[in-house]
Nanobody, 123 residues
Framework: QVQLVESGGGLVQSGGSLRLSCEIS????????IAWFRQAPGKEREGVSC????????DYTDSVKGRFTISRDHAKNTVYLQMISLKPEDTAVYYC????????????????WGQGTQVTVSS
């Protein structure tokens, strides 16, 4: 059974930083592309960042470029999302997801999801 477990969320002031982790089991990280999505109250789930399983290319939605960095550690079966210069509009539940299509921002194209971790940025 595939499991994705996010952690690292919390409350931070505007301008602060957080690092989210997504631990994946079993160790199938090599075979899937990974993405981070977020969903704010009353809004649709939106793609934030993704990383290619083959060549480790990355992509980001415009609103987080230059502030968020996605990376992966194969030895730990974990994908990270380093977030700096956080803004109140970054407040959302953040989810990691696995799928076979790199660069897709459509949630329905991802096969496996974590339970989410809350990020709250105060002004």
């Amino acid at each position: 059974q595939v499991q994705l477990v996010e952690s690292g969320g919390g409350l931070v002031q505007s301008g602060g930083s957080l690092r989210l982790s997504c631990e994946i089991s079993p160790s199938i990280l090599h075979y899937y592309h990974i993405a981070w999505f977020r969903q704010a109250p009353g809004k649709e789930r939106e793609g934030v960042s993704c990383i290619n399983s083959v060549d480790e290319r990355t992509d980001y939605t415009d609103s987080v470029k230059g502030r968020f960095t996605i990376s992966r550690d194969h030895a730990k079966n974990t994908v990270y999302l380093q977030m700096i210069s956080l803004k109140p509009e970054d407040t959302a539940v953040y989810y990691c997801a696995m799928g076979n299509i790199f660069g897709s921002w459509y949630p329905h194209e991802y096969d496996f999801w974590g339970q989410g971790t809350q990020v709250t940025v105060s002004s």
